[in-house]
Nanobody, 123 residues
Framework: QVQLIESGGGLVQAGGSLRLSCTASGRTFSSLNVGWFRQAPGKEREFVASISRNGANRYYGNSVLGRFTISRGNGKNTVYLQMNGLKPDDTAIYYC????????????????WGQGTQVTVSS
């Protein structure tokens, strides 16, 4: 079993930056692919970014490409999402997910999810 805990959310002005962290316990992250998703009020959950278990592959949603960067911590049990150039449209609850599958991350019943962290970007 894996427990995921997100942190780093908060209120920031447009153009600002935040770094989200996803920390795992119960199983090492190095054996799992990890991704970030977000959901704004009244909208469907949206894919943000993913990183493969060895860090070699990274994939971003079109709306964050060039502004957000996903990375793995040196200790291997934390994954970060560096968010630069934030816009009001980035306001959402951000969730971390982990999966043994990279290309269907977040779509499998057996995937692991955190509780989410709120990001609010003011104009």
């Amino acid at each position: 079993q894996v427990q995921l805990i997100e942190s780093g959310g908060g209120l920031v002005q447009a153009g600002g930056s935040l770094r989200l962290s996803c920390t795992a316990s119960g199983r090492t992250f190095s054996s799992l692919n990890v991704g970030w998703f977000r959901q704004a009020p009244g909208k469907e959950r949206e894919f943000v970014a993913s990183i493969s278990r060895n860090g070699a592959n990274r994939y971003y949603g079109n709306s964050v490409l060039g502004r957000f960067t996903i990375s793995r911590g040196n200790g291997k049990n934390t994954v970060y999402l560096q968010m630069n150039g934030l816009k009001p449209d980035d306001t959402a609850i951000y969730y971390c997910a982990a999966s043994t599958s990279y290309w269907t991350l977040g779509q499998n019943d057996e995937d692991y999810w955190g509780q989410g962290t709120q990001v609010t970007v003011s104009s």
